[in-house]
């Protein structure tokens, strides 16, 4: 692994030691990365196992397939895929290496297809051929097909946020009918207990600014009276959970 990473460091392929779980043993990660021969040579001493990684963007961008699921499969096997350097990776997926573009982006998870990824600037791959794992046209470098680029162009559609509408009292009063009528109704016994639970939820819409605490406060005095609990009661019970 240490020839690897000084023959690509040599050739002028920045790289950086990871752990088998193929996380950066540097500081900085991939940011590490160097075609410093010394520095490689250090590193490889001091993790004589480590794989080696590789940062994408700058010398080439890859397509990660997830071979090991069916959707992947039927991606690869379906897409017209120009013919390009393939590394076979350790869980039998394919890294293909095309030539760097700055329309690819980033990095991308699934937005080509189901557990087909993308690693531009920004990202890094496991060099696998250091392991001895197969290189498919090793001669062959393409640039990115267009429908890639496309595809990789296209912005999800935003999520619409809710639009915040002022609720008044009598809104409010109306969403909350089920609990003034489960404290209405309530067995005597249990009046006090419903009404703590009531003014809880009016207090979970203060926090949310549903409500202003003067208006859940009011709410939670005509729910409590309707059981026929005192006022004083009902007041001292509010104002302890709403401090309006």
Same mark, same amino acid.
């Given at each position: 692994?240490?020839?690897? #990473?000084?023959?690509?460091?040599?050739?002028?392929?920045?790289?950086? %030691?990871?752990?088998? &779980?193929?996380? %950066?043993?540097?500081?900085?990660?991939?940011?590490?990365?160097?075609?410093?021969?010394?520095?490689?040579?250090?590193?490889?001493?001091?993790?004589? &196992?480590?794989? +080696?990684? #590789?940062?994408?963007?700058?010398?080439?961008?890859? +397509? &990660?397939?997830?071979?090991?699921?069916?959707? *992947? =499969?039927?991606?690869?096997? =379906?897409?017209?895929?120009?013919?390009? @350097?393939?590394?076979? $990776?350790?869980?039998?997926?394919?890294?293909?290496?095309?030539?760097?573009?700055? /329309?690819?982006?980033?990095?991308?998870?699934?937005?080509?297809?189901?557990?087909?990824?993308?690693?531009?600037?920004?990202?890094?791959?496991?060099?696998?051929?250091?392991?001895?794992? &197969?290189?498919?046209?090793?001669?062959?470098?393409?640039?990115?097909?267009?429908?890639?680029?496309? /595809?990789?162009?296209?912005?999800?559609?935003?999520? %619409?946020?809710? +639009?915040? @509408?002022?609720? $008044?009292?009598?809104?409010?009063?109306?969403?909350?009918?089920?609990?003034?009528?489960?404290? *209405?109704?309530?067995?005597?016994?249990?009046?006090?207990?419903?009404?703590?639970?009531? #003014?809880?939820?009016?207090?979970?819409? +203060?926090? =949310?600014?549903?409500?202003? !605490?003067?208006? !859940?406060? !009011?709410? #939670?005095?005509?729910?409590?009276?309707?059981?026929?609990? %005192?006022?004083?009661?009902?007041?001292?019970?509010?104002?302890?959970?709403?401090?309006?």
């Amino acid at each position: 692994m240490s020839k690897a #990473a000084l023959k690509l460091a040599e050739r002028g392929i920045v790289v950086f %030691p990871c752990g088998a &779980d193929k996380k %950066p043993l540097t500081k900085r990660g991939f940011k590490d990365a160097t075609a410093d021969i010394a520095q490689v040579r250090e590193w490889w001493r001091e993790f004589p &196992d480590a794989l +080696v990684g #590789a940062p994408t963007g700058d010398k080439f961008v890859v +397509v &990660d397939c997830d071979l090991q699921h069916p959707e *992947a =499969q039927h991606w690869y096997a =379906q897409a017209n895929i120009p013919l390009t @350097r393939a590394h076979v $990776t350790r869980s039998g997926g394919r890294h293909l290496l095309f030539k760097p573009d700055d /329309r690819f982006g980033t990095i991308s998870q699934g937005k080509l297809f189901p557990h087909i990824d993308t690693r531009g600037k920004g990202g890094y791959i496991i060099w696998w051929p250091a392991e001895g794992l &197969d290189v498919l046209h090793g001669g062959v470098f393409a640039e990115v097909p267009e429908w890639i680029l496309k /595809r990789l162009e296209i912005k999800p559609e935003p999520v %619409p946020l809710p +639009v915040s @509408r002022p609720v $008044t009292v009598k809104s409010a009063h109306r969403k909350l009918e089920g609990i003034v009528g489960a404290i *209405a109704i309530a067995p005597q016994g249990q009046r006090n207990a419903l009404l703590h639970w009531g #003014a809880c939820r009016l207090s979970e819409l +203060v926090q =949310q600014s549903i409500l202003t !605490a003067g208006d !859940a406060f !009011a709410l #939670a005095v005509e729910a409590g009276t309707r059981t026929g609990l %005192p006022y004083v009661e009902v007041s001292r019970t509010a104002k302890r959970i709403l401090k309006p």
